[in-house]
């Protein structure tokens, strides 16, 4: 996540005094955030700003539900229900996880990176939901009754499996990033492409302080072996959850992954999960999403078998290494062509990819890259358009956009050219030119 969160004007839903409201919670955060980075301010600076940024949501939650109302909103049930899981569950944990840690640097982090990415992935789509402009992400949510056993069951296979009392922070885990984390992902099939997927997502701290530890781990951080049993360990977590969903008993486990926090985010953006749950086990960290019965559309992810599982899990260790390669951030409505330069670019960069102006602006503001590859022939929001956004914004203005263009044409050249990129390529080159180009760009920037 940046150092700061910028506000854009597809934040806003056409409501002035909700819009109004937004950037005001985004002003609180952004405080709160430069409070962080300021170490001679003691614990109690964070704590007041903690304490402003609850009562104003709470006031603006409760201000939007009345407009919500007002309208006869048909989505209103189901927002008030994420407004309540966040005021009844999310807040209270990570207040409580402060005060016990006395305002530890992690549990701050915890806290700005959950309300962060909750307030964004809110903002962008619950919200203007209610103005018709998206469709709400958690209509498919189990009722409520159905949910809380489901997290009783969570709840209690974490005591009996590794002894741990967690607590709930979220029963709309929204894709938040709240730490160094594994993403594993499993997928159930009953017929040829029908299929269930489990999301676990571990806090590595979480993998060291339970697996670790029985393993007598002596290194400091998650390796081969260690990432093994844990993807044993969670396997069985898994069967015995859906020992307690009867509508699976004819589903059996069809592929494993392990993704990137960009993976993650691309596959749970546009899902309407069932069920979404963030916990605090005390020892990090633990979220377990379940998507409903799909078709399914391949993400690219190499699928883990008998025969790769070392070399993929190595793999997947190396590439998780944080700041270890630069990042990049392709922005392209074609999906073969997201795909494509996923592949060409991923062994040398961290790459996160993005299908529209809006998705980017989204990226930018959790996960800020080295260089922007932005398609300049997308629909509804042009390349023109998203550049003109980032170079609006003194937070994004200084991050380097090289073009990408199918287009030969000249007069198209002349105008991609006026906006004043880094650079232009050209999508009929051949994937080494791209490659050395883009080598190039950041062999100058180091010089």
Same mark, same amino acid.
């Given at each position: 996540?940046?150092?700061?969160?910028?506000?854009?004007?597809?934040?806003?839903?056409?409501?002035?005094?909700?819009?109004?409201?937004?950037?005001?919670?985004?002003?609180?955060?952004?405080?709160?955030?430069?409070?962080?980075?300021?170490?001679?301010?003691?614990?109690?600076?964070?704590? +007041?700003?903690?304490?402003?940024?609850?009562?104003?949501?709470?006031?603006?939650?409760?201000?939007?539900? *009345? #407009?919500?109302?007002?309208?006869? #909103?048909?989505?209103?049930? %189901?927002?008030? =229900?994420?407004?309540?899981?966040?005021?009844?569950?999310?807040?209270?944990? !990570?207040? =409580?996880?402060?005060?016990?840690?006395?305002?530890? &640097?992690?549990?701050?982090?915890?806290?700005?990176?959950?309300?962060?990415?909750?307030?964004?992935?809110? %903002? !962008?789509?619950?919200?203007?939901?209610?103005?018709?402009?998206?469709?709400?992400?958690?209509?498919?949510?189990?009722? &409520?009754?159905?949910?809380?056993?489901?997290?009783?069951?969570?709840?209690?296979?974490?005591?009996?499996?590794?002894?741990?009392?967690?607590?709930?922070?979220?029963?709309?885990?929204?894709?938040?990033?709240?730490?160094?984390?594994?993403?594993?992902?499993?997928?159930?099939?009953?017929?040829? =492409? &029908?299929?269930?997927?489990?999301?676990?997502?571990f806090e590595e701290k979480l993998i060291l302080n339970t697996i670790g530890k029985i393993m007598d781990n002596k290194s400091e951080g998650v390796?081969?072996?260690?990432?093994?049993? %844990?993807?044993?360990?969670?396997?069985?977590? $898994?069967d015995r959850v859906r020992e307690h969903m009867p509508s699976m008993d004819s589903y059996e486990m069809k592929e494993e992954n392990l993704l990137?926090?960009?993976?993650?985010?691309? =596959?749970?953006?546009?899902?309407?999960?069932?069920?979404? !749950?963030?916990?605090?086990?005390?020892?990090?960290?633990?979220?377990?999403?379940?998507?409903?019965?799909?078709?399914?559309?391949?993400?690219?992810?190499?699928?883990?078998?008998?025969?790769?599982?070392?070399?993929?899990?190595? /793999?997947?260790?190396?590439?998780?290494? +944080?700041?270890?390669?630069? /990042?990049?951030?392709?922005?392209?409505?074609?999906?073969?062509?997201?795909?494509?330069?996923?592949?060409?670019?991923?062994?040398?960069?961290?790459? $996160?990819?993005?299908?529209? *102006?809006?998705?980017?602006?989204?990226?930018?503001?959790?996960?800020?890259?080295?260089?922007?590859?932005?398609?300049?022939?997308?629909?509804?929001?042009?390349?023109?358009?998203?550049?003109?956004?980032?170079?609006? &914004?003194?937070?994004?203005?200084?991050?380097?956009?090289?073009?990408?263009?199918?287009?030969?044409? /000249?007069?198209?050249?002349?105008?991609?050219?006026?906006?004043?990129? +880094?650079?232009?390529?050209?999508?009929?080159?051949?994937?080494?030119?791209?490659?050395?180009?883009?080598?190039?760009?950041?062999?100058?920037?180091?010089?």
């Open positions: 996540m940046g150092n700061q969160l910028v506000w854009q004007d597809r934040f806003n839903i056409g409501v002035d005094f909700i819009d109004q409201e937004h950037r005001k919670l985004f002003s609180i955060l952004n405080k709160l955030l430069d409070d962080k980075q300021q170490e001679q301010r003691g614990p109690w600076v964070c704590q +007041e700003g903690i304490k402003y940024f609850k009562d104003h949501a709470m006031r603006h939650f409760a201000e939007e539900e *009345g #407009y919500m109302a007002s309208i006869s #909103y048909t989505g209103y049930e %189901t927002h008030r =229900r994420v407004h309540d899981n966040f005021r009844r569950k999310t807040l209270p944990a !990570l207040e =409580r996880e402060l005060e016990v840690s006395n305002y530890s &640097e992690e549990a701050i982090n915890h806290f700005l990176g959950v309300c962060s990415g909750w307030l964004i992935g809110h %903002t !962008l789509i619950e919200d203007r939901a209610i103005t018709g402009k998206t469709a709400s992400k958690w209509a498919g949510l189990m009722p &409520e009754g159905e949910q809380a056993a489901m997290g009783s069951t969570i709840i209690q296979l974490l005591q009996d499996m590794f002894q741990l009392d967690a607590q709930v922070v979220s029963n709309c885990y929204g894709g938040e990033k709240f730490g160094k984390g594994i993403y594993y992902r499993l997928a159930y099939s009953a017929g040829k =492409r &029908e299929k269930w997927e489990f999301i676990l997502i390796n081969v072996f260690l990432m093994n049993a %844990t993807r044993y360990a969670a396997r069985q977590f $898994a990137s926090y960009g993976q993650f985010q691309r =596959r749970f953006e546009d899902q309407q999960p069932q069920f979404s !749950l963030l916990l605090d086990t005390g020892a990090g960290y633990f979220a377990f999403c379940v998507v409903a019965p799909q078709l399914y559309q391949g993400g690219g992810e190499i699928s883990i078998q008998a025969e790769n599982a070392m070399a993929e899990v190595g /793999k997947y260790l190396e590439d998780n290494i +944080e700041n270890q390669k630069k /990042k990049i951030l392709v922005v392209d409505d074609s999906a073969l062509v997201r795909k494509a330069m996923q592949e060409l670019l991923s062994k040398d960069y961290e790459v $996160a990819l993005a299908k529209s *102006g809006m998705s980017a602006i989204r990226s930018l503001a959790l996960d800020r890259p080295d260089l922007i590859l932005l398609d300049y022939e997308m629909p509804v929001c042009d390349g023109s358009q998203v550049l003109e956004m980032i170079r609006s &914004e003194e937070d994004f203005a200084d991050i380097p956009v090289i073009f990408l263009t199918g287009s030969v044409e /000249k007069d198209r050249v002349k105008k991609v050219v006026a906006l004043k990129p +880094e650079g232009y390529l050209l999508k009929t080159l051949p994937p080494v030119e791209i490659k050395k180009n883009i080598d190039s760009f950041f062999q100058g920037a180091q010089g």
